[in-house]
């Protein structure tokens, strides 16, 4: 309780929503020793809405808290980031996961998470990529729904949201991903096409499973900003969707959007018509009272936005008592994961991140042996935990790096440790962008030694969104001006996507004496990784798997559990980008001075002993059929030719022919995890319907008559055993067979 909070509150007769109570980072600068602990939440939420009711208008407020990665204040659950989970490619993990996420935030008093998922990765140098779920939408989409199915509790819009169970607003809407030059922000110059089949296929997702509400993001679509875009927030997702959910603006997005429009009533009206309800702290958005009397916004379009304000929270049950949805002081919630539960799926879901690339017969590592672990990231826990996260508890038994992790395995006698270098340069350097490791010379003369007379050495390169408190950060949290050895989150977009010489230093040393090198690339982007591939004879790369990454990691190396697949295409070089799997066939051979097929295609991974084929004849079904919820199924079996069950994706891609339309070089159909038992082959059944099989160039699923070759194996393109699926009219026919 503020002074701030009673002026604001006397100022406007109460309160809509309120943001951040919990929140604790380093741009909020809250701390272990200044914050909300869990066990008090639930009393510092009620006092604010008690302050409300009593003097304010009586309507209750809603608490909007962040949970990109787990609820985002002190003793919340840290997740692994969705980029990592989207190498896990399990639906069912993540919806628990989020289920769980939502009992700890509703438990403790929070209605509303703001909760990234729509963005999709198209451009590896932009320092959000590891908020997006993968570069291929329908990966996206799948697991956006998950998320908005286990931390709503909902199948549906309207649906009410218990009291164990949060509204998700999910964020960004729309496009992003696709920033002129990765950069944070930038517009997006793409066609209505390629916005509707790439970047709003996972809303739509969202929407479908009754999503509580969207963020408008802050880019522009062809130079329409997104917070004041009617067609995208009103056309779009609610006249052509039948989605009547709410919209909220991104922090200080209305604010931006001075730079089209000569006034902050102006902007307010902007935004106000385009459809957005809610608005994150803009100084603009107070303004809608002059922006009515001035004519340049009518007062039925307040009204309308009111509306869905209210309806928002009747559907969370927040009227009807002096104290609206005064929680339980516990930070438990009935039916929600706890304690060792809790952390089993934090745990299993960083083993599934773990991806495979080579193994160069040097894994699994054998007890006994001598290891040297190396790198920058060997032994920092912020190296694996993302950004936005907040502070961890101290001590923090449930932590580990790999480092720790090997040193627990191997005993501290047997692991030899050297840090090598920064991210950015070389240690000891205050230049993070000198070329070389002049900063401390003896560093690379540590690895060395540490590497001599090892029996492998375990080099952990990457990046970190690592923030600090005393770093510098924008006004709406975005790191500003970024300190030497952040290389992710938001705010550090990077011009090149290749590992600093600084790191590769540090893999040339490692090997000098001839000692086997297994690399582990712990970030949160795609890297060009051609170069370290020819250094390393064996590579695992790892999205940012949260504080337990360090045991996933060395279980992958000791026990052979790697089994992600990459959830978004790896480019050859810094200059092949943009680069995705699903990019259109293009009819130019490519560049002349680099192999843009050394590049590793999404759904990359070495998983030994296991195979799949697909089974079966080519299916049809007709276009009415699919529209009125028909499907076309296929079967994939799975051989696990290993002495231990495994848990592994089986992917199905594609590739449309349309006439007319240039195709993409394939497409992710669906995916779905399975578990095989040792020398045994399981049957994975898919039915593929209206998502999978229709065209999505309007932002939703149409039925055309189509030929699709389907296929389950790695190829990028459709190798001779695909099987052609058909999408048939009313004569049985398709366009591409006339």
């Not at 604010?48 to 002190?74: C, K, R, S, W």
């Not at 303004?287 to 928002?312: K, M, Q, S, T």
């Not at 189509?706 to 393109?717: A, G, H, M, R, Y």
Request: hydrophobic content about 45%; charged content about 20%; aromatic content about 4%.
């Amino acid at each position: 309780m503020t002074d701030v909070l009673r002026r604001e509150v006397d100022r406007w007769g109460g309160l809509g929503a309120l943001y951040g109570v919990l929140r604790a980072d380093p741009w909020s600068a809250v701390r272990w020793d200044n914050g909300i602990p869990p066990e008090r939440s639930a009393e510092a939420y009620a006092a604010v809405q008690d302050h409300v009711n009593t003097f304010g208008d009586g309507i209750p407020v809603l608490f909007v808290e962040e949970a990109p990665h787990g609820l985002m204040a002190l003793g919340g659950t840290t997740l692994p980031v969705n980029l990592a989970l989207g190498a896990g490619m399990d639906a069912e993990l993540t919806e628990e996961l989020a289920a769980a996420v939502a009992a700890e935030a509703r438990a403790r008093g929070t209605h509303v998470a703001l909760v990234s998922g729509l963005d999709v990765l198209r451009d590896p140098r932009w320092g959000r990529a590891e908020e997006c779920f993968s570069e291929d939408p329908a990966l996206a989409a799948l697991l956006v729904a998950a998320t908005v199915r286990g931390m709503q509790g909902t199948a549906s819009a309207g649906d009410p949201i218990d009291g164990t169970h949060v509204a998700v607003v999910a964020k960004h809407l729309a496009g992003q991903g696709a920033g002129i030059g990765g950069r944070n922000g930038s517009g997006a110059p793409i066609g209505r096409r390629e916005f509707g089949e790439i970047h709003l296929r996972p809303a739509h997702a969202a929407a479908r499973v009754g999503v509580a509400g969207f963020m408008a993001a802050y880019n522009d679509v062809d130079g329409v900003p997104c917070s004041a875009n009617e067609e995208l927030l009103t056309g779009t997702i609610r006249e052509q969707w039948g989605w009547d959910g709410l919209v909220m603006a991104d922090g200080t997005a209305i604010d931006r959007l001075r730079d089209s429009s000569p006034d902050p009533a102006f902007a307010a009206a902007l935004a106000l018509k385009a459809g957005v309800d809610l608005s994150l702290w803009d100084e603009a958005f107070t303004h809608i009272e002059p922006a009515i009397e001035r004519g340049l916004v009518e007062e039925a379009v307040l009204d309308r936005a009111v509306d869905r304000v209210l309806a928002l929270k009747r559907r969370l049950g927040l009227f009807g008592s002096p104290t609206p949805d005064q929680p339980a002081a516990d930070a438990g919630a009935a039916g929600a994961p706890a304690g060792r539960d809790l952390i089993e799926l934090v745990d299993r879901a960083a083993r599934q991140s773990v991806v495979l690339v080579d193994d160069g017969g040097l894994l699994p590592l054998r007890p006994g042996q001598i290891l040297a672990v190396v790198g920058p990231n060997a032994d920092d826990l912020d190296a694996q935990l993302g950004d936005y996260t907040p502070p961890r508890p101290a001590p923090d038994p449930a932590a580990s790096t790999v480092r720790s992790a090997l040193t627990a395995r191997f005993g501290a006698d047997r692991v030899r440790y050297a840090e090598g270098s920064r991210l950015r340069g070389p240690l000891g350097s205050t230049d993070a962008a000198a070329p070389t490791n002049t900063g401390a010379p003896d560093a690379i003369d540590q690895v060395r030694a540490a590497s001599a007379g090892a029996d492998v050495c375990v080099v952990v390169l990457g990046g970190t969104s690592r923030r600090t408190y005393d770093d510098e950060f924008a006004d709406n949290g975005a790191v500003d001006g970024p300190a030497l050895d952040t290389t992710n989150g938001e705010g550090v977009d990077l011009s090149s996507v290749a590992l600093p010489q600084a790191q590769l230093d540090v893999v040339q040393a490692a090997r000098e004496d001839g000692t086997p090198v297994v690399a582990v690339v712990l970030d949160g982007r795609p890297r060009a990784l051609t170069e370290l591939r020819s250094l390393v004879d064996a590579l695992l790369v790892v999205p940012f798997p949260g504080p337990s990454g360090g045991e996933a990691v060395a279980a992958a190396l000791c026990d052979g559990t790697a089994s992600g697949r990459l959830p978004a295409t790896f480019p050859a070089a810094d200059g092949v980008m943009p680069v995705a799997h699903d990019e259109r066939m293009e009819t130019a051979r490519g560049y002349v001075d680099t192999d843009v097929l050394q590049r590793l295609p999404l759904g990359t991974a070495l998983l030994p002993g296991i195979s799949a084929r697909l089974t079966g004849a080519a299916p049809s079904v007709a276009a009415s059929a699919l529209t009125a919820g028909g499907t076309a199924q296929l079967t994939v079996e799975v051989t696990n030719a290993g002495p231990e069950p495994r848990s592994v994706p089986v992917p199905l891609y594609g590739r449309r022919h349309e006439p007319g339309v240039r195709p993409r070089r394939r497409q992710l159909l669906a995916v779905r995890r399975v578990t095989v038992a040792p020398g045994a082959t399981a049957e994975v059944g898919f039915e593929l319907g209206l998502d999978a099989l229709g065209s999505w160039a309007s932002g939703a699923p149409v039925a055309d008559p189509v030929t699709i070759s389907v296929w389950c194996t790695p190829e990028s393109d459709p190798p001779a055993h695909a099987l052609p699926v058909r999408v048939t009219d009313q004569n049985g026919a398709t366009p591409w067979e006339r």
